[in-house]
């Protein structure tokens, strides 16, 4: 059975840095074809893809996110790791991680429950 | 960066209704096209991938069409059960990029 499961704070304040984590269970970060992505969802609004990593440890950022983000992943861990510095109040979001087990082709069939993270001093 | 335009934002229509939502890529995107629904407080989920294909286990009254630019998303017979947000998904290889639309909120009415 395959579920991903994102951890980290509920509450950061601005200018901190964000870190979240993405556990995943029935597969493997290192099989071929296989990939992890975090996409937000500001509350009421629509979904943004912020990042993905492949198996291959090959790394891929928005555009309009890229200076602020870093992912990697712990293969041994089953996890996938995203920072995202400077934080802001407009980025509070509900923030997801989802599979891609369709190598290139970038669509996502399976997702994490999501994690509200707002953003308040 | 590609964009992609979604219509309509919302929609009401009658159990029974054929409901059809567009999206627009803002340059040929070729088939790279998914369509996911969302309900209230869940994530979302793969419908339709590559324009056209249904994922396994998706009832057959969901369906999706197009390619370059402009692509369609229909339910054949809306059933109350399909009262969502559906959004739609572009993807590039070269680099490993995607988009989503803006959304489509649809409502019994």
């Known amino acids: 059975q395959v579920t991903l499961k994102e951890s980290g704070p509920v509450l950061v304040k601005p200018t901190e840095t964000l870190t979240l984590t993405c556990t995943v269970s029935?597969?493997?970060?290192?099989?071929?074809?296989?990939?992890v992505s975090w996409i937000r969802q500001p509350p009421g609004k629509a979904l943004e893809w912020l990042a993905h990593?492949?198996?291959?440890?090959?790394?891929s950022y928005s555009t309009s996110l890229k200076s602020r983000l870093t992912i990697s992943k712990d293969t041994s861990k089953s996890q996938v790791v995203l920072t995202m510095t400077n934080m802001d109040p407009v980025d509070t979001a509900t923030y997801y991680c989802?599979?891609?087990?369709?190598?290139?082709?970038?669509?996502?069939?399976?997702w994490g429950q999501g994690t509200l993270v707002t953003v308040s001093s | 960066d590609i964009q992609m335009t979604q219509s309509p934002s919302s929609l009401s229509a009658s159990v029974g209704d054929r409901v059809t939502i567009t999206c627009q890529a803002s340059?040929?995107?070729?088939?790279?096209l998914n369509w996911y629904q969302q309900k209230p407080g869940k994530a979302p989920k793969l419908l339709i991938y590559?324009?056209?294909n249904l994922e396994t286990g998706v009832p057959s009254r969901f369906s999706g069409s197009g390619s370059g630019t402009d692509f369609t998303f229909t339910i054949s017979s809306l059933q109350p059960e399909d009262i969502a947000t559906y959004y739609c998904?572009?993807?590039?290889?070269?680099?490993?990029?995607?988009?989503f639309g803006g959304g489509t909120k649809v409502e019994i009415k």
């Open positions: 989802a599979r891609i087990s369709s190598g290139y082709d970038l669509r996502f069939d399976y």
């Open positions: 029935g597969f493997s970060l290192s099989n071929a074809r296989m990939g």
């Open positions: 990593i492949f198996s291959n440890d090959e790394k």
């Open positions: 340059q040929d995107i070729s088939n790279y």
């Open positions: 590559d324009a056209s």
């Open positions: 998904q572009q993807y590039d290889n070269l680099p490993p990029t995607l988009t």
